[in-house]
């Protein structure tokens, strides 16, 4: 099983991104699939994730409003569309996904290696 994020970079506060997550190796459309991030100075925390049994999506409250995830089953893809970013949300953002876990602790079986977002001006 493999996963792999990108579209991490560089933008000012007020700026938008679109992360992606590559997956191969499982059947796509029966997992559970979530996004993390991690700084410096902080654990690592959900950030959304989106259950595969009716795609109910659920965000933490410092994102909702401003980002969101999405699938796209054919192309086995994840995305997280992130929208009016601020310094804060600059972090190592990862992909996560699971069978049978959907939440936001970190008990999905599967990740990928992340993609850095840097949020300043």
């Known amino acids: 099983v493999q996963l792999e994020e990108s579209g991490g970079g560089f933008v000012q506060p007020g700026g938008s991104l679109t992360l992606s997550c590559s997956i191969d190796?499982?059947?796509?459309?029966?997992?559970?699939l979530a996004w993390f991030r991690q700084s410096p100075d902080r654990s690592r925390e959900g950030v959304a994730y989106m259950k595969w049994l009716d795609d109910k999506t659920f965000y933490a409250a410092s994102v909702e409003g401003r980002f969101t995830i999405s699938r796209h089953d054919r192309n086995h893809t994840l995305y997280l569309q992130m929208n009016n970013l601020a310094p804060e949300d600059t972090a190592m953002y990862y992909c996560a996904a699971d069978r049978r876990y959907f939440g936001m602790s970190e008990d999905y079986e599967h990740w990928g290696k992340g993609t850095q977002v840097t949020v300043s001006s």
């Open positions: 190796g499982l059947v796509f459309g029966v997992y559970n």
